[in-house]
T-cell receptor, first 111, second 114 residues
Framework: EDKVVQSPLSLVVHEGDTVTLNCSYE??????LLWYKQEKKAPTFLFML????IEKKSGRLSSILDKKELFSILNITATQTGDSAIYLC???????????FGDGTTLTVKP | NAGVMQNPRHLVRRRGQEARLRCSPM?????VYWYRQLPEEGLKFMVY????????ESGMPKERFSAEFPKEGPSILRIQQVVRGDSAAYFC????????????FGQGTRLTVV
């Protein structure tokens, strides 16, 4: 059965800290790995990763995929209180045409 | 171009009643996915539909739950005889085609069963 595991489940940091969120997966028919940010509403898309070793960047957020070791990381530098959210990792199964999500990492950034 | 629209945003039902959740996909999208998010958990896939077809319902409980996506109108997720354990946020996402991995999510319907 396809599986996506995120760690840690929760994380509390102070503003200015750098955090690394982990996502490992065991899947068939891998097409891409996706990261979402979820506050008190619908998940919003952050990154889609399909190629190993290529870093995607958006401001203070960046993510990279390792297809050999089957994991991805999401980095957030100089964290702000507005980064507090649940970060969800998902993989997209080509054959099934659907995404399977991990349980998420709850990030709390304290002032 | 309006995003994915879900309604109602909040729904309260007594045990044993029916809950009907609606999802209008983004314009031009014919693929709809329903996810359930229990408190303190991630999103769990329920069902994947195309217009008038259920493609994959492997994540949907076999009893009391059903989904449809008619030729005209929104996709409907129906939960009959709701129980307390059905209380959750139900999210709908849509995409242009099955290879489009960037699905867009609606704001969700928060179902509370009392």
């Amino acid at each position: 059965e396809d599986k996506v595991v995120q760690s840690p489940l929760s994380l509390v940091v102070h503003e200015g800290d750098t955090v690394t969120l982990n996502c490992s997966y065991e899947v068939t028919n891998f097409r891409s790995l996706l990261w979402y940010k979820q506050e008190k509403k619908a998940p919003t898309f952050l990154f889609m990763l399909t190629s190993s070793g290529i870093e995607k960047k958006s401001g203070r957020l960046s993510s990279i995929l390792d297809k050999k070791e089957l994991f991805s990381i999401l980095n957030i530098t100089a964290t702000q209180t507005g980064d507090s959210a649940i970060y969800l990792c998902a993989y997209f199964n080509t054959n099934a045409g659907k995404s399977t999500f991990g349980d998420g990492t709850t990030l709390t950034v304290k002032p | 171009n309006a995003g994915v629209m879900q309604n109602p945003r909040h729904l309260v039902r007594r045990r044993g009643q029916e809950a009907r959740l609606r999802c209008s996909p983004m314009k031009g999208h014919s693929h709809v996915y329903w996810y359930r998010q229990l408190p303190e958990e991630g999103l769990k896939f329920m069902v994947y539909l195309q217009k008038e077809n259920i493609i994959d319902e492997s994540g949907m409980p076999k009893e009391r739950f059903s989904a449809e996506f008619p030729k005209e109108g929104p996709s409907i997720l129906r939960i009959q005889q709701v129980v307390r354990g059905d209380s959750a946020a139900y999210f709908c996402a849509s995409s242009y085609d099955r290879m489009n991995t960037e699905a867009f999510f609606g704001q969700g319907t928060r179902l509370t069963v009392v």
